[in-house]
């Protein structure tokens, strides 16, 4: 019998049987790990099995392929700071749905589980969580090997005037380096270089730049998925907001 005990945040569920449910968890030294809940749809354990939810698990099975059970102990239930809030209910979603479509089965990734946890802490904070979010994805893309660069420009070497990042190649582009190829480069909005004021406008447009390789780098080279659509839900949570 092969067993670990983890803590872990709850990203997904889906029926198994009659009274079970499979899950999806994001642990600390395990990485997106699946097994079953036997009575995952108890009264006593579903209230447990919230997406967002901090657990303590322990996986068993017989063989390390195998898709094995979890117990589950709760530590931090998150579902009243969403629930409460649109704009926080959008972004749990967001979160849970692009590691469950981006992170590799069983790899362990401590830096961004920790920013995750981070990041889930502070739902229902309007005031911080947009800006916590974007840096969120950015470390996303750098923990998957798609970080953008923005220390200077791709073409000149200089950090002066970057308004711009290259599709190509994730890199910062200044007003001169890009020259006849500025209609074909994405906006660098100060926000996103951690620099000028973090409106909801900004976030929003620097979104658009972290989104475009999330969709057309990193999940397409996972294969043909679309990017979860609760990240269009959440980006257009924060513009309203």
Not at 12 to 23: D, N
Not at 29 to 48: F, W
Not at 69 to 85: I, L, N, Q, W, Y
Not at 94 to 103: P, Q, S, Y
């Amino acid at each position: 019998m092969i067993t670990w005990t983890d803590d872990a945040a709850l990203l997904a569920t889906r029926p198994f049987g009659e009274s079970s449910v499979i899950v999806e968890v994001f642990s600390a030294s395990h990485g997106r790990h699946a097994g079953v809940v036997r009575g995952g749809t108890s009264r006593k354990v579903a209230p447990m099995l919230q997406p967002g939810a901090q657990l303590a698990v322990t996986w068993k099975a017989r063989l390390d392929d195998h898709l094995g059970s979890f117990s589950v102990e709760p530590v931090r239930s998150r579902a009243a700071a969403a629930m409460g809030d649109r704009l926080a209910l959008a972004g749990l979603n967001a979160v849970c749905g692009l590691l469950v479509a981006i992170l590799p089965e069983r790899e362990a990734h401590p830096p961004l589980y920790a920013r995750t946890i981070a990041l889930l802490d502070l739902l229902g904070q309007t005031d911080v969580w947009p800006l916590a979010y974007l840096r969120w994805e950015q470390a996303l893309l750098e923990e998957m090997g798609y970080g953008l660069d923005l220390s200077a420009c791709a073409v000149r070497g200089v950090n002066e005037e970057l308004i711009y990042v290259s599709p190509r190649s994730g890199r910062a582009v200044s007003r001169e380096g890009a020259g006849e190829w500025a209609d074909r480069m994405l906006p660098l909005p100060p926000v996103l270089a951690g620099q000028g004021e973090a409106s909801a406008s900004e976030i929003v447009r620097a979104l658009g730049t972290t989104g475009y390789f999330l969709e057309n780098r990193l999940i397409r080279s996972l294969g043909d998925k679309p990017i979860p659509p609760a990240r269009a839900r959440l980006i257009e949570a924060i513009a309203r907001s």
